[in-house]
């Protein structure tokens, strides 16, 4: 707990001295079973040799009460230890004895740090201590460079043993220290729970200026919206109360009454209580409508009663307030165990005078101070099972403080530690026990107390943080008057009047229609949005036109005194607007486009666009092959075309009107033209699809070439985006754009047209919405999205209805309304079709496969004809008619077979016909 010293304990410091010759200072008692040395003076004793004895250092604070009490404790526990003859064994059966060195030191860290180094100047082992992160900090260097391990027994702060980033290069600041209490998660957590079991959602907080009261609130704050608390002001109060710290809280209160919060929680010290309460009762906070939480109380409920009863003064302001104190989950152990409250009522007396403190019970934090001295025993245990009776603990020496001091370096140090880490101890304030990282794992046990009207106070409730399960209140809890009935915490947020800030220049989000007034002047999706949130959250709104950037209607929502409670618009969320306010949840996200002017020798509609869908090399290589076809067919039908010469250019002119149909086409008789012009033809039919289809795309898609498409082909140009936004930013911090113009949005497309900047940077809607509205199509968008980002809306910090809005734009993505108002608001057509075609000419490599199909069959034909022809003539009657060769002779052998053959048909039908003439006669004569 970090702020124990206020209450007397400043810290304890347990040392292993491992030298024959270890020096203590003060006088030593080492009769029977306590071992035991103090002073405040210099003067220096010997305690027993290392081998007979192992001790630990106490640094307790100065003065009687807690520090005699506190000493005891550590005794108590030697004294106990000393008596166990299973305890402190070589591996030989060696006993050692466990002895005691306590310093006092005066209550600040300068005189904490002197007396932890006058101790480790006795070449000691380990540390446990301090109580404070802060005095962690300052003995941290010294424990790392003697490498002793400390452990503070009662210290919240998660700082000890925390290691800064992940890896073999991570740097551990405090590698050496150790806690063995709970964390102050808990403490939030346990607030957090009795706020959910009142349904209390909007608080102010009150946190005492130190280590502990930065991590307690910072834990408390991370929970709060978890939770969906409101947490609507925060202020540190000094650890010494005087006229700043009145100030403070009297400004604090001044934002309460503004606020209309009813709920005060405290993370303070204990004597801060009572003045803060006087304070607020300054302000008139303190009454039946108001509920004051402290938590994490030092002091125990005997020494609460006394103090919340002290004087009338007390009583009246203390009434129905709400205490949470940490409480040790098995604190009755010592009584059940005979040996032990034997001990601590009989032996202690005799120490320390029973007048010094309260020798009839164990707090909390005595009950902590005695568990860290048993699980130090028990570490020490372990260590000696693996020494023999003659071994000793090994120190080095070495330089420190400007190498002016010699301090012990400990050879054991680190192994010691591992230990430490893996040592168990089942104590009165419950399991203990720290992981091999070193952090401490234990659950935690709260009492809950209440402030009754006479000065009673009652433990109503436990808090367990292994159940976390809904606190139950019994008795019922007693408020300011005397009344049961739960307080409410004023949540005025429905219906409530919001001022809410619009920019002047952010269409298409916001138009604003300069015929009509009030309200109804604005539309648009921001617009839309904020209608839809008003009517599910319940409140009503008025503008407030804002003339500026955006950054600076940020910082005027975020102004701590700011009249206005939201800023509207596209409104990016960055880290940097995050210091300044706060943000709803995110209702739409974008990514930046890049906007320019569509260049003046546009030839999308030009003469000779019909050449588009093929590239050069497609158009050549069709040439040739209508060549090509021409050539085929003049080498295989030469002798086969009755009416045309066999010239070449006739034969190409009977191949083109064959494949194009432009007059009756001739006819292919050889089986290798035929073969030939299938496939010739089912080249134009592939070329003539792809033509038609890619001329289709062409004239339906502009082949507009837009410069830009991305910030790098922009090079040191100019380039337009609105000054004090987060493209601004992004532009400037991430992509260190040299030549960055401030230019409004209306004043975009002048700029481009005028060529005053090169490009202009927006997210997509508000791009789309310039390149539709631009006179005569002048501008458009070029190349892809990049860097998305998320919009939301404003609010001044604690605001009451981020939480309600926040669910109401949870809602709307789920209902889908964002997205309907979305297509409605930002999916246009595109009169200008000047987005950039994805239309491109096909190349060579595209249709390639097909004239590699001609290729081979004309190789096919050729050898066909030339190779397979020579066979023919050899054996005329066997391949006469094979399907390789052609079915028809030259024309010669056809005009001399054709008298022949015509004798041969009508001497076969003449023999046909007279006797099918003559049963036809007879059938017909017979049925008639």
């Given at each position: ?170 740097e551990v600041e405090m590698p050496f220290l150790r806690r063995i209490c709970c964390d102050n998660t808990h403490t939030a957590e346990v607030i957090i729970d009795i706020l959910k079991r009142f349904e209390w959602k909007r608080v102010a907080v009150l946190v005492t200026d130190t280590d502990y009261g930065h991590s307690t609130s910072q834990q408390f704050s991370s929970l709060a919206r978890q939770n969906d608390i409101v947490i609507l002001t925060t202020e540190f109060v000094p650890p010494q109360i005087g006229s700043s710290a009145q100030n403070l809280s009297t400004n604090l209160f001044t934002n309460i009454v503004e606020l209309k919060t009813r709920i005060i929680v405290n993370f303070l010290w204990d004597e801060q209580m009572l003045q803060v309460l006087r304070l607020a009762n300054q302000k008139s906070l303190i009454g039946k409508d108001f509920v004051w939480l402290f938590a994490e109380l030092v002091m125990e409920l005997s020494e609460l009663q006394s103090h919340v009863s002290a004087t009338a003064e007390a009583i009246s302001l203390f009434q129905g307030v709400l205490f949470t104190h940490l409480s040790a989950s098995d604190r009755s152990v010592y009584q059940r165990n005979s040996s032990l409250s034997t001990a601590w009522q009989q032996v202690a007396a005799q120490w320390y005078p029973p007048a010094a403190y309260d020798n009839s019970t164990l707090n909390t934090y005595g009950l902590l101070t005695y568990d860290a001295t048993m699980l130090y025993a028990r570490a020490i245990h372990t260590m000696l099972a693996g020494m023999t009776a003659n071994e ?537």
């Amino acid at each position: 707990m970090d702020h124990f010293g206020i209450h007397g304990l400043f810290g304890i410091v347990l040392i292993v001295l491992a030298s024959q010759k270890a020096l203590a200072v003060g006088q030593v008692d080492s009769s029977g079973n306590d071992c035991f040395a103090t002073s405040s003076s210099e003067a220096s004793v010997r305690f027993p040799s290392d081998l007979e004895a192992i001790a630990l250092g106490v640094l307790v604070p100065n003065g009687p009460g807690v520090g005699d009490e506190l000493e005891a404790l550590i005794r108590l526990a030697a004294w106990q230890v000393n008596n166990d003859t299973d305890m402190l064994l070589t591996n030989d059966g060696q006993k050692r004895k466990l002895c005691i060195l306590s310093i006092r030191a005066q209550l600040d860290p300068f005189s904490t740090f002197q007396a932890a180094l006058r101790i480790a100047g006795n070449k000691v082992i380990g540390v446990v201590g301090p109580i404070w992160s802060a005095i962690g900090d300052i003995v941290a260097p010294l424990a790392n460079k003697a490498k002793l391990p400390f452990i503070s027994p009662a210290a919240f702060t998660t700082a000890f043993h925390v290691t800064q980033g992940s890896g073999p290069d991570s740097e551990v600041e405090m590698p050496f220290l150790r806690r063995i209490c709970c964390d102050n998660t808990h403490t939030a957590e346990v607030i957090i729970d009795i706020l959910k079991r009142f349904e209390w959602k909007r608080v102010a907080v009150l946190v005492t200026d130190t280590d502990y009261g930065h991590s307690t609130s910072q834990q408390f704050s991370s929970l709060a919206r978890q939770n969906d608390i409101v947490i609507l002001t925060t202020e540190f109060v000094p650890p010494q109360i005087g006229s700043s710290a009145q100030n403070l809280s009297t400004n604090l209160f001044t934002n309460i009454v503004e606020l209309k919060t009813r709920i005060i929680v405290n993370f303070l010290w204990d004597e801060q209580m009572l003045q803060v309460l006087r304070l607020a009762n300054q302000k008139s906070l303190i009454g039946k409508d108001f509920v004051w939480l402290f938590a994490e109380l030092v002091m125990e409920l005997s020494e609460l009663q006394s103090h919340v009863s002290a004087t009338a003064e007390a009583i009246s302001l203390f009434q129905g307030v709400l205490f949470t104190h940490l409480s040790a989950s098995d604190r009755s152990v010592y009584q059940r165990n005979s040996s032990l409250s034997t001990a601590w009522q009989q032996v202690a007396a005799q120490w320390y005078p029973p007048a010094a403190y309260d020798n009839s019970t164990l707090n909390t934090y005595g009950l902590l101070t005695y568990d860290a001295t048993m699980l130090y025993a028990r570490a020490i245990h372990t260590m000696l099972a693996g020494m023999t009776a003659n071994e000793s603990l090994q120190f080095d020496q070495a330089k420190i403080v400007n190498n002016q001091l010699d301090l012990p370096i400990s050879a054991n140090g680190s192994a010691f530690l591992q230990i430490l880490n893996n040592t168990v101890q089942n104590g009165l304030s419950g399991v203990v026990r720290i992981d091999r990282d070193g952090a401490v794992v234990r659950q935690s046990t709260y009492s809950i107390f209440n402030a009754i009207a006479n000065g009673t106070v009652v433990n109503v409730a436990t808090w367990q943080s292994n159940l976390r399960i809904e606190l139950m209140f019994y008795p019922e809890v007693v408020w300011h008057g005397g009344g049961t009935t739960i307080p409410k915490d004023e949540d005025k947020s429905e219906n409530q009047l919001l001022n809410i800030l619009v920019p002047v220049d952010d269409e298409p989000f916001i138009f604003y229609d300069r015929t009509k007034t009030g309200i109804d002047a604005y539309s648009g999706f921001a617009i839309d949005l904020l209608k839809h949130f008003a009517e599910e959250v319940n409140f009503r709104y008025t503008f407030h036109e804002f003339e500026g950037s955006w950054d600076d209607m940020v910082q005027q929502v975020g102004r701590p005194d700011t009249k206005y409670d939201m800023a509207i618009g596209d409104i990016t969320v960055t880290s940097y607007r995050e210091l300044v306010c706060d943000f709803t949840s995110s209702f739409f996200q974008s990514s930046y486009r890049i906007l320019v002017k569509v260049p003046d020798d546009d030839n999308s509609n030009g003469l000779w666009q019909f050449f588009s869908p093929f590239s050069i090399g497609v158009w050549l290589m069709l040439f040739a092959f209508l060549i090509f076809s021409g050539v085929m067919l003049f080498i295989l039908e030469r002798g086969h075309l009755r009416h045309v010469s066999p010239g070449l250019a006739e034969t190409m002119w009977v191949s083109f009107s064959t494949f194009y149909s432009t007059q009756k086409a001739e006819k292919i008789t050889s089986n290798y033209g035929r073969f030939y012009l299938i496939v010739a033809c089912f080249i134009v039919m592939v070329i003539n699809a792809a033509f038609t289809a890619n001329m289709t795309s062409f004239l339906l898609d502009s082949d507009v070439t837009l410069p830009y498409a991305n910030l790098q082909q922009v090079g040191g140009k100019e380039v337009g985006a609105l000054a004090g936004t987060a493209t601004w930013r992004y532009l400037e911090d991430v992509q260190h754009v040299p030549n960055l113009v401030n230019i409004p949005y209306k004043s975009a497309v002048d700029a481009l047209v005028d060529g005053s900047i090169k490009v202009f940077i927006n997210n997509e809607p508000s791009q789309k919405h310039l390149s539709l509205n631009s006179t005569g199509c002048k501008v458009a968008i070029s190349g892809d999205s990049f860097h998305q980002e998320k919009y939301a809306f404003a609010l001044k910090r604690s605001s009451p209805m981020r939480n309600p809005l926040n669910r109401a734009i949870l809602n709307a993505w789920d209902s889908g309304y964002i997205e309907d108002l979305y297509y409605r608001r930002f999916v246009w057509n595109d009169p200008c079709k000047t987005a950039r075609s994805d239309t491109d000419a096909l190349e060579l490599k595209n249709v390639g496969g097909l004239f590699i199909i001609v290729t081979v069959a004309a190789v096919v034909c050729l050898i066909g004809h030339f190779a397979l022809g020579r066979i023919q003539e050899k054996y005329p009657k066997f391949m006469r008619y094979s399907f390789c060769l052609d079915t028809q002779p030259p024309l010669g052998e056809m005009e001399e077979d054709s008298s022949t053959a015509t004798s041969s048909l009508s001497s076969v039908r003449s023999k046909l016909e007279t006797p099918f003439a003559k049963l036809y006669a007879k059938r017909f004569s017979s049925s008639s």
